[in-house]
């Protein structure tokens, strides 16, 4: 596997869920392709230093969400079909990110007005409209 996942266990995001989201994001950014091997549960849980059974979860998860298949005695790999659903799984990194950033602006005490207002600033900034 080309990338490396990395583990920040003071995010407060569940490790099992950070595993997660980088495998997703590799699949959509083209990191990962279809039939490509992952590492071994246990040689991922060495290098990221965490317990099997956490890697173990994430495959589960990932294997439940179509994007890998697992095959005993051979290793989990990317689905094809996995690769093929990267817009489905760019939505859902994208939506992920987005409640991120909602969250965070409403914990710092932003109302939904001004919410929205920044949302549209920033949006205009990265898709600006046509102008007719």
């Given at each position: 596997m080309p990338a490396v996942l990395t583990v920040d266990p003071r995010s407060g995001v569940p490790i099992y869920l950070q595993i997660i989201e980088q495998v997703k994001r590799s699949v959509a950014l083209g990191v990962l392709q279809a039939g490509e091997q992952l590492p071994t549960v246990k040689q991922l849980s060495i290098d990221l230093t965490v317990?099997?059974?956490t890697v173990?979860?994430?495959y589960r998860e990932l294997?439940?969400?179509q994007v890998i298949e697992t095959t005993?005695?051979?290793g989990s790999f990317v689905r094809p079909d996995g690769v093929a659903e990267s817009p489905r799984v760019a939505a859902d990194i994208g939506r992920a990110?987005?409640?991120a950033a909602l969250r965070?602006?409403?914990a710092v005490g932003l109302?939904?007005?001004e919410t929205r207002a920044l949302f549209e600033?920033?949006?205009e900034r990265w898709f600006p409209t046509e102008s007719t």
């Open positions: 317990n099997p059974n173990a979860r994430a294997e439940r969400e005993p005695g051979r990110a987005l409640t965070e602006a409403k109302g939904r007005d600033a920033v949006l």
